[in-house]
């Protein structure tokens, strides 16, 4: 059936370092999102790609949607504490198909 | 007002009881959903309706029933709970559901904690 899948499961990083969550799926996606997860919180939507190639920013976060449209990847420079969360991508084929998410811990 | 609300918070309960969770969304939004999350954060879809249609049925045991009243509703009814059935239960919403646009954006409830003993 249709995956998901998302690298690493965990990331411990110092406060400063630079952060790299993976996404990448068995078939081609007609779009992704990316949902950020507080510990003890909810999944929160975070941003939308939609065509290939496509680049997206927020402050630190930089989202990316592969040429093919089957990988994608959240970049975060410099984490913060705040930052700490599940970080979950979630590709849509006809249904929304989440990853399995990135429990990223910030040392400070 | 909170876009989606579900209750209760936590339930605490033993094997064997039979408990429903609740959810409630004010967003206008035509789909519903039913999500299990375990202990390693896995986020795993159960159930979505739409208008009050049941579209998704991701193999769960049909010891979970899900019940739409109407499309603003979505209730979960779990019978002869069992030690697996522990986890965090999330409802959600979109306005559509596949459509590969914004209205595929999922808005989620602060999820219900199920602990089974």
């Known amino acids: 059936g249709q995956q998901v899948m998302q690298i690493p499961q965990y990331q411990h990083v110092q406060e400063g370092e630079d952060f790299t969550t993976y996404c990448n799926s068995s078939t081609t996606l007609s779009n992704i999102q990316w949902y950020k997860q507080r510990p003890g919180g909810h999944p929160v939507f975070l941003i939308q790609l939609v065509k290939s190639g496509e680049v997206k920013k927020q402050k630190r976060l930089t989202f990316q949607f592969g040429e093919a449209k089957k990988n994608s990847s959240l970049h975060i420079t410099a984490t913060q504490t705040t930052d700490v969360g599940t970080y979950f991508c979630?590709?849509?084929?006809?249904?929304?198909?989440f990853g399995q998410g990135t429990t990223l811990q910030v040392k400070p | 007002d909170t876009a989606v609300s579900q209750t209760p918070k936590y339930l605490v309960t033993q094997m064997g009881n039979d408990k429903s969770i609740k959810c409630e969304q004010n967003l206008g939004h035509d789909t519903m959903y039913w999500y299990k999350q375990d202990s390693k954060k896995f986020l795993k879809i159960m159930f979505s309706y739409n208008n009050k249609e049941l579209i998704i049925n991701e193999t769960v045991p049909n010891r979970f029933s899900p019940k739409s009243p109407d499309k603003a509703h979505l209730n979960l009814h779990i019978n002869s709970l069992e030690l697996g059935d522990s986890a965090v239960y999330f409802c959600?919403?979109?306005?559509?559901?596949?459509?590969?646009?914004?209205?595929?954006?999922?808005?989620f409830g602060a999820g219900t904690r199920l602990s089974v003993l």
């Open positions: 959600a919403s979109s306005q559509v559901v596949g459509s590969g646009g914004a209205r595929d954006i999922q808005y």
């Open positions: 979630a590709g849509i084929t006809g249904k929304l198909i």
